[in-house]
């Protein structure tokens, strides 16, 4: 392999704080109202910016995630944003994005994030329906998301997401079509959409493990699958990853930067970054990253995982990947060992490559069943 440097395409910054810690959650994010806390940990963010060098393009996105961004005071938002800016980080971002909790939002607020030039808004709304919401401890109801989108529509957001989650207990056809139905009504220009994992160590697991809350069965979350693919299409929403549709020209820049295996910078507690090369991750404490917002765990990833990792990232894309790409970057012609690794994949209709185009990608049906053919990758 080819051992060149690649510039920065995306800046993550990550905000581990909620309002109340929800019950399938399993991201860093800590439950506080302390703002005394939130603005040391924003300055910390701010120590961390000042002392990291990298070469960024002038276009990288900007991405602010958690935890929940909404829930930092706004004077600490200034001070990352300007922070950002007066280094380099935020130039002409193709798009900067805030995620934000519905429960957490109002006028004034949504207008500061315009006016520091965040031009995309991602909301976690999760279903439109409120024993859903409130049976996996969610602090907003269905109403709180529909006046959060009309903010932020008031405010100039053009571009908006929302989170929803299908598999979801209580959740059935009819309950999840509704959601559907909600967010279509809103037209907005993107929507992810993703299947409720019960993750090892979270609330709802220990729940559903203890016979408390029952999760609807298989079949059903299959007959979803199905039915809402068609719906999203004629309502002009174009699936361009496993879980991500959107309007014409209105996919998420930041997320296509991890999905092309693009260099990326990440700042705050337990944020990772990635180099071309390298993982870096900051450590996975509050208290300790106000301490010492520098101290980042590294893993220098091997050829082996660099070629894994391109290949499943890449895949996630309807759009596919252009296997000549790899040599481009890391200096190796993969096209022969990769055929070769998913060749039953291939026999079975999950992935399809073009010759003449370069383009290897997954099948309507390989989006389903994508599993299978990352694992072949492993
Ligand atoms: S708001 Fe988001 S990050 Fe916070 S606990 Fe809920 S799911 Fe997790």
Redesign the pocket.
């Known amino acids: 392999m080819i051992k060149k440097s690649f510039k920065v395409h995306g800046v993550y910054v990550h905000v581990p704080f909620?309002?109340?810690?929800?019950l399938?959650?399993d991201?860093f994010?800590c439950?506080s109202d302390n703002t005394e806390l939130m603005l040391q940990y924003a300055d910390a963010v701010c120590c961390q910016i000042e002392q990291t060098q990298a070469e960024v393009t002038d276009y990288a996105t900007i991405y602010f995630g958690?935890?929940?961004p909404s829930i930092l005071p706004v004077d600490g938002l200034i001070r990352i944003v300007e922070k950002l800016k007066q280094c380099g980080f935020w130039q002409m971002p193709k798009e900067a994005t805030i995620e934000c909790?519905p429960g957490t939002v109002d006028l004034d607020k949504l207008q500061v994030y315009r006016q520091l030039g965040f031009d995309r808004i991602s909301f976690?709304v999760q279903s439109f329906n409120n024993n859903e919401l409130q049976i996996i401890?969610?602090?907003h109801n269905a109403d709180d998301a529909l006046t959060a989108v009309a903010l932020a529509k008031a405010v100039g957001f053009k571009r908006i997401n929302v989170d929803l989650i299908y598999g979801l207990p209580l959740q059935n056809l009819n309950s999840f079509q509704y959601s559907l139905q909600q967010f279509c009504s809103l037209n907005l220009s993107h929507l992810s959409l993703y299947s409720l994992i019960l993750e090892d160590g979270t609330s709802l697991k220990t729940m559903v493990d203890n016979g408390q809350i029952k999760m609807p069965d298989e079949n059903l979350t299959a007959d979803m699958d199905d039915w809402v693919q068609k719906f999203l299409l004629q309502h002009g929403y174009k699936r361009y990853e496993i879980s991500n549709y959107a309007k014409t020209g209105e996919e998420s820049k930041h997320n296509l930067v991890y999905w092309n295996y693009l260099p990326y910078i990440g700042f705050g507690a337990g944020a990772t970054g990635f180099d071309g090369w390298t993982r870096y991750k900051g450590v996975e404490n509050i208290g300790q990253y106000i301490q010492s917002p520098l101290a980042v765990e590294k893993e220098h990833l091997t050829c082996d995982n660099i070629y894994s990792e391109f290949m499943f990232m890449n895949l996630r894309k309807v759009d596919g990947v252009r296997l000549k790409e790899y040599k481009e970057r890391y200096g190796e012609d993969i096209i022969d060992k990769t055929l070769t690794k998913i060749n039953t994949c291939i026999e079975d209709g999950l992935v399809e490559y073009d010759d003449k185009k370069d383009v290897l990608r997954l099948t309507e049906r390989g989006m389903s069943l994508g599993d299978l053919v990352f694992s072949k990758f492993v």
């Open positions: 909620c309002k109340r810690k929800c399938y959650c991201f994010s439950a958690g935890g929940t909790n976690g401890g969610r602090i």
